[in-house]
């Protein structure tokens, strides 16, 4: 059964999107931002498989990644409202934060390369450690992708690649843009690979914990790809799918799954996500404006 | 000593004094030891921190920016400095961005070493001079390999920069004579300020031009300086700095401060120069001074031909840094 830990960060996430999104629509933050809401459950699936030793690469796509390594909604929020106490000093925004060993950037396909580079550091002075990194099926367009595989598997490197393969690259559908299949991209590296369309936290860890455990004892890569869904937008207000599209992705929510096995713990935990967001959206948004880092733009 | 075993040394002693320094490249094994085997000896004595890699300059890049990261520090070998289009996203989406976009100051000791440049008749994509296209990017530095600066303590000054480098080696400079003790020849003396070569005949204080070049432009710079005061009695001063961007124009001017004629030569093609960089920067402190703007010498707007005779065309060589010197001084 599904802890309660796990389900209070499942609905954190999803209520922390859901906040970042009515905000948009109020015109009271700027820029752009990636929900990942759908795929909230795979860093919650993924929290126990790593530790704070390992290296976290995340996306454009990164809110839940960043939450399920660190309690730590209000520094995000924060950073994405340019607001005091920003995890980057409002430097770098929604897609770009470094803590410790969890490092996100915005371009396609960049971070594999520099993923597979901390592994090799790992490989050599922290065996047992990897690299994880978060890439979507719209990365595999880059050539990036292929280069740093190519090294991964040659020089045997503890580089675990989840792929949130949510069908969709921006408003592009997978079949429009990725020939063949990820399956065979890893088989054509010698590259270990295993798919999932579990939404299910426990299920997942159960399907993953020796494959992940190989990647730290025998050092060697592993592609993770969840079958997944993006129920919101791109970024914000740019879903240009058809409806009968948002509604089988909705058929796949792990939120009913959840709240039909559990109504009454969900529930629970889910006034305390929505009350814990709402006090730190009002708190962050009181607060004075980032006043930003000396030589740090 | 030849400028090629200078840096190959320098390589050693990095390696020797320093166990978290890697090296990553195209071909950088023995018996090979690189194309221009300036990496000779270093992947037998060194083991697994020198590492041959696929041909993937981007991912060479990305996996040397995450080693840096990781706490280690890297040195990437880009097999002909033309290829370092194909790690620009790396280089300045990625490394150069990581030293400064988390919000506080990261540490990324990265060193690439771009071989550039032509006269050697390998055409279009392999004679390039790159410079210009990595001029301000913030977090990124660019140097030149130079016969006045021990490579050496080069190595050591860009990785304890903690921040990405670009060094450019210019490849026919790899056989000429490293410069020791002051004397280049019977004529031109040199001596070091700062991080510039100064190199004059007697007083390097009483010169009517000044000649501004990275180090890969020396031997056509001091044969250009020769003529210049033998045939036409103009007597040159050459500047060679190893820090081409951010380009310290404050510390030049002391040694700029004679000076009523300047002149900057680079190996790139015409257009959004690094000389027009120093130049602006020159002239802002130096207009009014000057008997005429800084006068500045680069390749032509054109690609590098792969024939000799035709590549001599587009390059620079010392005939245009003389014609140069000779217009802005006034001579003709």
């Not at chain 1, 063949?180 to 299920?203: K, L, N, P, Q």
Request: hydrophobic letters at 45%; one cysteine or more.
């Amino acid at each position: 059964m599904i802890a309660d830990e796990d389900l209070a960060l499942l609905l954190l996430i999803r209520r922390f999107e859901e906040k970042l999104l009515e905000l948009f629509g109020q015109g009271l933050l700027d820029g752009t931002t990636h929900t990942c809401l759908g795929q909230e459950y795979i860093p919650v699936a993924l929290r126990p498989l790593l530790t704070g030793d390992d290296f976290v690469f995340s996306n454009h796509r990164g809110h839940g990644h960043y939450l399920a390594r660190f309690a730590d909604p209000a520094g995000l929020l924060a950073e994405i409202m340019g607001r005091e106490g920003a995890v980057c000093e409002g430097v770098g925004g929604s897609q770009h934060i470094l803590r410790e060993r969890f490092l996100s950037t915005g371009v396609q396909g960049e971070s594999l390369p520099v993923a597979a580079g901390a592994a090799l550091h790992l490989k050599r002075r922290e065996p047992g450690r990897l690299a994880c990194v978060h890439i979507g099926d719209g990365t595999w367009g880059e050539g990036a992708v292929y280069e740093a595989l190519n090294m991964a598997s040659l020089w045997e490197l503890p580089l675990l690649v989840v792929v949130e393969h949510n069908g969709i690259a921006q408003s592009t559908p997978t079949e429009l843009q990725l020939a063949g299949t990820i399956a065979g991209r890893a088989a054509a590296f010698g590259i270990a690979h295993h798919r999932t369309e579990s939404t299910d936290v426990e299920d997942i860890r159960a399907e993953l914990g020796e494959l992940v455990g190989r990647v730290r004892g025998e050092s060697r890569p592993l592609v993770v790809e969840f079958a997944t869904h993006r129920l919101g937008p791109h970024s914000k207000g740019d879903d240009t799918r058809a409806e009968s599209v948002v509604r089988a992705a909705r058929d796949h929510d792990w939120y009913p799954r959840y709240r039909a096995a559990h109504p009454n713990r969900v529930d629970l935990l889910d006034a305390g996500a929505t009350e814990l967001v709402e006090r730190i959206a009002r708190d962050v948004a009181e607060r004075p404006l980032v006043k930003g880092a000396p030589g740090c733009g | 000593m030849r400028v090629a075993e200078n840096l190959n040394r320098a390589l050693h002693h990095v390696f020797e004094t320093d166990p978290d320094v890697h090296l990553l490249g195209e071909d950088i094994l023995d018996p090979y030891g690189g194309a221009f085997k300036i990496t000779k000896g270093l992947s037998t004595r060194f083991g697994d921190r020198v590492r041959a890699t696929p041909l993937s300059e981007g991912a060479i890049v990305g996996v040397a920016a995450g080693l840096a990261l990781a706490g280690e520090k890297a040195i990437v070998e880009i097999m002909f400095g033309d290829f370092a289009a194909l790690a620009f996203d790396q280089i300045v989406n990625f490394a150069s961005k990581s030293v400064s976009m988390y919000g506080r100051p990261v540490r990324l000791p990265l060193v690439i070493r771009c071989p550039s440049g032509g006269h050697r008749g390998y055409g279009p994509t392999h004679s390039q001079s790159l410079q210009k296209h990595f001029v301000g990017v913030p977090g990124l530095s660019l140097f030149e390999l130079s016969p006045f600066h021990d490579a050496q303590r080069l190595l050591v000054d860009m990785l304890a920069l903690g921040e990405p480098c670009l060094l450019f080696e210019d490849k026919v400079l790899y056989t000429r004579q490293q410069f020791e003790d002051g004397r280049i020849d019977e004529l031109f003396q040199y001596d070091l300020v700062g991080d510039v070569a100064r190199v004059y005949v007697e007083d390097p204080d009483d010169a009517d031009c000044v000649l501004i070049a990275p180090g890969g432009l020396t031997q056509r710079a001091l044969e250009a300086l020769r003529e210049l005061l033998i045939r036409y009695e103009i007597n040159g001063v050459l500047l060679v700095p190893t820090r081409l961007y951010p380009f310290d124009a404050e510390a030049l001017l002391p040694l700029l401060k004679r000076a009523k004629a300047i002149c900057v030569a680079e190996d790139g093609s015409a257009g959004g120069t690094w000389g027009a960089e120093v130049a602006t920067r020159l002239h802002e402190h130096l207009w009014g001074r000057l008997r005429r703007p800084v006068k500045l010498v680069h390749a032509a707007d054109r690609v590098v031909p792969a024939a000799a005779h035709l590549e001599r065309e587009v390059l620079v060589g010392a005939a245009k840094i003389r014609d140069a010197v000779l217009e802005v001084a006034g001579v003709r």
